[in-house]
């Protein structure tokens, strides 16, 4: 069989980054992209500065919805969310000195996630009904159903359990 040949393109592809700087769709992205990766490094030289450089990457930052001037923080644990908040008015000096300037900084605690599923139980072991009494369990209702006087209504349910656990 003879088939035809190919058409020729008449376009040629376009780099990926091109698609990415098109002010439609993609553009926006990526300039708030670059803006999240500039937020980190300022942040990260602000905590160097303060010591506390270490804490850098365990910490997820952005701006906040709607302002522009008030930073949230978002961090693993209740420790490094006090050790930030005790230092809240010196990063804020230490980001405006790196150009950032904003006026408030919020720190939140991200809830953890859960640690395991829990499952219910499918095997024949779940299943099972319950068994007498063992002898130490009968040997001990035998010896109370001995102390209790022949007429009382606890030694009659005694006796009926006694009876109607097999051994």
């Known amino acids: 069989m003879n088939f035809a040949p190919k058409p020729k393109r008449q376009q040629t592809a376009h780099e990926w980054v091109d698609y990415l700087r098109d002010s439609e769709g993609l553009g926006?992205?990526?300039?708030?992209?670059?803006?999240?990766?500039?937020?980190k490094s300022i942040l990260?030289?602000?905590?160097?500065?303060?010591?506390?450089?270490?804490?850098?990457q365990k910490i997820e930052s952005g701006w906040r919805q709607g302002t522009q001037n008030e930073l949230f923080?978002?961090?693993?644990?209740?420790?490094?969310?006090?050790?930030?908040?005790q230092v809240l008015p010196s990063l804020i000096n230490e980001l405006a000195k790196n150009g950032l300037v904003c006026s408030a900084i919020k720190v939140q605690v991200k809830p953890?996630?859960?640690?395991?599923?829990?499952?219910?139980?499918?095997?024949?072991?779940?299943?099972?009904?319950?068994?007498?009494?063992?002898e130490i369990a009968r040997s001990s209702w035998?010896?109370?159903?001995?102390k209790l006087?022949?007429?009382?209504?606890?030694?009659?349910?005694?006796?009926k359990l006694l009876q109607n656990k097999p051994k």
């Open 28 to 39: 926006g992205i990526l300039a708030k992209t670059e803006d999240l990766a500039k937020l």
């Open 44 to 56: 990260a030289r602000a905590l160097t500065t303060l010591e506390l450089g270490h804490l850098s």
């Open 73 to 85: 923080l978002l961090v693993g644990n209740a420790s490094i969310a006090s050790r930030l908040q």
């Open 112 to 134: 953890a996630p859960a640690s395991r599923e829990i499952k219910p139980r499918t095997d024949a072991g779940a299943l099972r009904k319950p068994t007498g009494l063992n």
């Open 142 to 146: 035998q010896g109370l159903l001995e």
């Open 149 to 159: 006087a022949p007429d009382s209504s606890l030694r009659k349910a005694v006796e």
